[in-house]
């Protein structure tokens, strides 16, 4: 079993549509929660981070974290064709970055 | 400014055959990291240098793959007796980090090299 589960979509939304994006995880000892973008053939760029339980919004997303279920959720609000990309959880056993744990990715597509 | 710069961007080797991997972080980032993304995958962890020194070289899939970084910026992933199974993009990412603990800065990632092993 995977230590981040994530599913790999593809997700196909109409703009303007709500999408939430979700992550599992199995290792308690994860404290640290970011969500990355990733566009075709480039890096991923971090969109998102939180630190243990609770929300976190900037501009259209909001980021939760449930430690209690092991569970990790994006929200995008008002969704463009510019959101079309994979988006990727990630997590740390440790205070910063330096060893992330991925999620597989889950492809979104906002058509127009 | 600039961001991390990784050459080549696509590499096709031969089975067997040798390849280097090379990242130029961005500049002022002593803490530079690489990645390996599969198809259909998220990236995995490698290796960590803080500094000249590898920090966490504990994803490292096994001695055929090696990295330095002897000046404490650019780095070059080496690996030797390519596989088939090696094919993946090699990701390299720098942060700023820090001096003496735990690297608390944004990842910030190159586009990738690309390596397909025939």
């Known amino acids: 079993q995977k230590e981040v589960e994530q599913d790999p979509g593809p997700l196909s939304v109409p703009e303007g549509a709500i999408v939430s994006l979700n992550c599992t995880y199995s290792?308690?000892?994860?404290?640290?929660f970011m969500w990355y973008r990733q566009y075709s053939r480039k890096g991923p760029e971090l969109l998102m981070y939180t630190y243990s339980s609770g929300n976190k919004e900037d501009g259209r997303f909001t980021a939760q974290v449930d430690k209690s279920s092991k569970y990790i959720s994006l929200f995008i609000r008002d969704s463009q064709p510019s959101d079309s990309a994979t988006y990727l959880c990630a997590m740390n056993r440790t205070p910063g970055f330096q060893k992330l744990v991925f999620g597989t990715g889950t492809r979104l597509l906002v058509s127009p | 400014g600039a961001g991390v710069s990784q050459t080549p961007s696509n590499k096709v080797t031969e089975k067997g055959k040798y390849v280097e991997l090379r990242c130029d972080p961005i500049s002022g980032h002593t803490a530079l990291y690489w990645y390996r993304q599969s198809l259909g995958q998220g990236p995995e962890f490698l290796i960590y240098f803080q500094g000249t020194g590898a920090a966490d070289d504990s994803g490292l899939p096994n001695d055929r793959f090696f990295a330095v970084r002897p000046e404490g910026s650019v780095s070059t992933l080496k690996i030797q007796r390519t596989e088939r199974g090696d094919s993946a993009v090699y990701l390299c990412?720098?942060?700023?980090?820090?001096?003496?603990?735990?690297?608390?800065?944004?990842?910030?990632f190159g586009e990738g090299s690309r390596l397909t092993v025939l």
């Open positions: 990412a720098s942060s700023p980090g820090t001096s003496g603990g735990a690297d608390t800065g944004e990842l910030f």
């Open positions: 290792n308690s000892a994860f404290q640290y």
